[in-house]
């Protein structure tokens, strides 16, 4: 970025801070995956613990895949990787956007940031700590008789993880109803109105996210609804929402003043008499304007035919008006 050559190829440097900053994103997750490649089953075992303690007596997980015991664990890692290193990832987003807006959206989009971050994690605990326990519990307890529960550790792998992305994406609905109100996207007065619907929305997003079940349903659609609320609470203290641009006095019909109307109204009669001055050329009985090159022959052509033997300049008579 010290090159001044860059200044006159604005594109080029902004790809290349883009490179920067992502070469930093990958190196975060990198150091965060060496260190949890190290206890990496570990890891695991902590992850499964939730359904391994409900297991019935016997019973444990089960890898059916060849490379599932050492696959497992390094993907757990990698994911976990990127998880921990979201506020680094965030960070650099934001110092490669925040050139572009102004100070007053600055002091709103820092808080705004933290916020997320902070509630990205809150889900996942939340699903951990609460979803979890209710949901494995249920699953474990339904089965028919004489079927021993032994989920493959890959699918439960890929469970887990699904129900973490839902429910940190889920908790972020407060930071994203504050950021509609405040670009002037929606209004309060309007959410209120469409809340039936974001009720309903929230069950039907829990439906398709969770597994098949009423529990894992409505722990996920209960808490979107409260934290849709939430958002409509906090947009109060974020002040108006930003003015639409108004229209410019380009795109406003022409209106004209008096002086143009005076004007074209003078150019129009001028051209009136302009034409009033003209002859008309099939006009017989227009005066014929002398011109003094003419010869005295022509002249004598030009003369009119007497009615008798006497020269006269006395042409035809015209013929009677009707």
């Not at 973490?164 to 209120?192: C, N, R």
């Not at 409509?232 to 639409?244: E, V």
């Given at each position: 970025m010290s090159d001044p050559s860059l200044n006159d190829q604005p594109l080029i440097a902004h790809l290349i801070e883009l490179r920067d900053r992502l070469i930093r994103i990958l190196v975060v997750i990198l150091i965060f995956f060496l260190g949890f490649i190290a206890f990496a089953n570990d890891l695991y075992a902590y992850l499964a613990d939730p359904l391994q303690s409900l297991l019935p007596e016997g019973a444990s997980m089960i890898a059916t895949q060849v490379a599932s015991p050492f696959l497992a664990p390094f993907k757990l890692a990698l994911y976990l990787s990127i998880y921990c290193g979201a506020p680094m990832i965030l960070y650099q987003l934001w110092g490669f956007i925040a050139p572009g807006l102004y100070d007053n959206e600055k002091k709103i989009a820092g808080p705004l940031l933290i916020s997320s971050i902070f509630l990205f994690y809150a889900?996942?605990?939340?699903?951990?700590?609460?979803?979890?326990?209710?949901?494995?519990?249920?699953?474990?307890?339904?089965?028919?008789?004489?079927?021993?529960?032994?989920?493959?550790?890959?699918?439960?792998?890929?469970?887990?993880?699904?129900?973490?992305?839902?429910?940190?994406?889920?908790?972020?609905?407060?930071?994203?109803?504050?950021?509609?109100?405040?670009?002037?996207?929606?209004?309060?007065?309007?959410?209120?109105?469409?809340?039936?619907?974001?009720?309903?929305?929230?069950?039907?997003?829990?439906?398709?996210?969770?597994?098949?079940?009423?529990?894992?349903?409505?722990?996920?659609?209960?808490?979107?609804?409260?934290?849709?609320?939430?958002?409509?609470?906090?947009?109060?203290?974020?002040?108006?929402?930003?003015?639409?641009?108004?229209?410019?006095?380009?795109?406003?019909?022409?209106?004209?003043?008096?002086?143009?109307?005076?004007?074209?109204?003078?150019n129009e009669a001028s051209d009136d008499d302009s034409k009033s001055d003209e002859i008309d050329e099939f006009d017989l009985y227009a005066p014929v304007k002398s011109d003094e090159n003419d010869s005295p022959i022509i002249e004598e052509l030009d003369k009119p035919e007497s009615l008798d033997d006497q020269d006269s300049d006395v042409g035809p008579p015209k013929p009677p008006k009707t």
């Open positions: 889900g996942m605990a939340f699903a951990y700590f609460v979803v979890f326990p209710l949901v494995f519990g249920f699953f474990t307890t339904v089965g028919p008789t004489g079927v021993t529960v032994m989920t493959d550790i890959d699918a439960y792998l890929s469970f887990v993880l699904k129900l973490f992305l839902a429910f940190g994406l889920a908790f972020e609905i407060p930071v994203a109803t504050m950021l509609l109100i405040k670009a002037g996207i929606a209004s309060p007065e309007s959410l209120k109105e469409k809340r039936p619907y974001v009720f309903i929305g929230c069950f039907v997003v829990g439906m398709l996210v969770t597994p098949p079940d009423m529990i894992s349903q409505t722990l996920l659609a209960v808490p979107m609804w409260l934290l849709f609320e939430v958002g409509l609470i906090g947009a109060k203290f974020l002040g108006s929402p930003r003015p639409k641009p108004e229209d410019s006095e380009e795109d406003e019909p022409f209106a004209p003043d008096e002086p143009q109307a005076v004007a074209v109204i003078e």
